[in-house]
């Protein structure tokens, strides 16, 4: 820093880069009286007679950490220069670095055309001064109101039956990946979260067909009086959401543009990148676009139990779903012998009728992770024992052996994130423990990576589903013991 302010104007243009290089370094590393002497150099370049020095110098302060004394350099610049493209800047750096001040200043100028700026900074202070939290008990009455409740391509089925099981809901209508619903009486979100095989869940506002007037449209639903109620009965705190555009990359121009609109409408409602507990989705149909609100939980309230994670693990709607195929049980003993995270253990258990499970893998991470999750998932009168063990051992595991088993119930590695040196052996060699552990009338409830029947004359075909497993496309297949 001070080889560049001695150096010649000149120079001083040719080494710019390394204003951007103090905000990145002292942003990770660095004492705190270095950071407060980086902040206090960057604050001078503020005022340097060359307008891309003072640009760099505007991008590079709000790294790290901008304090109110910086919050005010940057107001009075912005007050003095009448530049549009150094106007653009300030606006920018306020965003990230604005508070009350900035708000306060912008209100006093009228804004100025700096609406952006007011909705990011508005959003930045409620997130700092009035935290959200998402009201999972809180009762919302809508009759009509649509929920689409999306989840893996081939499980559709499944979560039509698990809605028609709960009863709150009326299924409307069932797509690809999309199970649509509808709320005939009073709901809460736990209602809607206590099924557990969708991945996610948007509450329809309204639908809107292309037009040239198409963005204003959209913020006219996004703020109507449907949308206000449902925030406002299942948000505490301040009315945050992250506005997307899916499917359609970022599309950061139509975002600002939108959110814009919609701050311009309803100015308690903010567009937050950063924090917000809500996504407003923005998706695409054949005639226009439909507007839903998703909950934005981390973690899944469904899924809280997740310690702890491995590559590979199921993902959880998948290990509900697996759970909920594999039918009903009585006292019975279940055996995952491939069983990562223990995510299939722990969904079927849920269910009920579970005396005992056991899980094995030849990784002894999984196998720790597993047991710290199903001690999370606190399961009352089930007993679990995890073995690092390979699953072709099974004679050696007490309880296991010879016919010791109800269900079997797994994700097996599919090769993709962990390596498999034979997965045709695997997989065969999983019907073949299938055959010998299972009493008569139990179950295999697995998903199959490869298109490979199954020889094991004792375990007669059920059902078969293909299903989209991130690309991979794989069957989730049920036999069911037969004979001794």
């Given amino acids: 820093m001070p080889r560049f302010n001695r150096a010649i104007a000149p120079d001083r243009l040719q080494a710019v880069a390394v204003i951007r290089a103090v905000g990145v370094v002292f ?8 950071k407060r002497e ?9 005022h340097d007679p060359s307008e891309k020095i003072r640009r760099y110098a505007m991008t590079a302060l709000p790294k790290l950490g901008a304090d109110p004394t910086d919050e005010g ?23 990230k670095i604005g508070g009350t001040a900035t708000l306060e200043a912008l209100q006093r100028q009228g804004g100025g055309g700096l609406s952006q700026t007011e909705l990011k900074v508005r959003a930045s202070v409620a997130r700092r001064q009035e935290p959200s939290a998402i009201r999972m008990g809180r009762v919302f009455s809508a009759p009509g109101m649509r929920v689409h409740l999306r989840c893996r391509d081939g499980l559709e089925e499944i979560v039509r039956e698990e809605v028609e099981a709960q009863g709150n809901f009326r299924v409307a209508k069932v797509s690809r990946g999309v199970v649509t619903v509808t709320c005939p009486e009073p709901f809460t979100l736990g209602d809607v979260y206590a099924m557990r095989c969708f991945a996610t869940a948007g509450f329809e506002l309204g639908e809107v067909r292309y037009a040239p007037d198409e963005m204003d449209a959209l913020a006219t639903v ?5 949308a206000r109620q449902f925030l406002e009965t299942f948000t505490e705190g301040s009315v945050r959401y992250r506005l997307e555009f899916v499917g359609r990359g970022h599309q950061r121009g139509a975002v600002r543009l939108l959110a ?5 409408r309803c100015p308690e409602m903010l567009n937050d990148p950063k924090e917000a507990p809500w996504s407003m989705w923005i998706h695409p149909t054949a005639v226009g676009s439909v507007v839903e609100l998703a909950p934005r939980l981390r973690p899944d309230p469904r899924f809280a139990y997740r310690r702890d994670d491995v590559p590979a693990a199921s993902h959880p709607p998948l290990a509900a779903s697996l759970a909920r ?11 995952d012998p491939f069983c990562g995270s223990g995510l299939e253990l722990i969904e079927r258990s849920l269910l009920g009728g579970v005396q005992k499970v056991y899980g094995t893998d030849l990784s002894p991470k999984a196998v720790a992770v597993a047991e710290a999750n199903f001690a999370a998932a606190n399961v009352p009168a089930v007993q679990a024992s995890f073995l690092c063990s390979d699953f072709r051992d099974f004679p050696r595991i007490q309880g296991l052996a010879s016919g010791g088993a109800d269900l079997i119930i797994t994700n097996p590695p599919m090769g993709k994130r962990v390596p498999v040196a034979d997965l045709v052996g695997l997989i065969a060699g999983l019907f073949a423990a299938a055959a010998a552990v299972l009493r008569p009338g139990g179950r295999l409830v697995f998903t199959n990576p490869l298109p ?3 020889a094991e004359r004792s375990l007669a075909f059920v059902s078969r589903t293909a299903v989209d497993l991130g690309g991979l496309e794989c069957r989730l297949e049920v036999y069911r013991k037969v004979g001794r």
């Avoid at 594999?326 to 006292?331: A, C, F, K, P, T």
């Fill in 38 to 46: 980086a902040r206090r150099w960057l604050r001078e370049l503020l």
């Fill in 73 to 95: 350099e940057v107001l009075a610049l912005l007050s003095e220069t009448t530049a549009d493209r150094e106007r653009k800047y300030l606006a920018r750096t306020l965003e």
């Fill in 325 to 335: 195929v594999s039918g009903s049980l009585q006292d019975a003993v279940v055996w």
């Fill in 452 to 454: 490979l029947e199954n």
């Fill in 27 to 34: 942003s990770e590393m660095g004492t705190a009286a270095q």
């Fill in 222 to 226: 996004m703020t109507s009086p449907l």
């Fill in 260 to 264: 814009n609109k919609a701050y311009a």
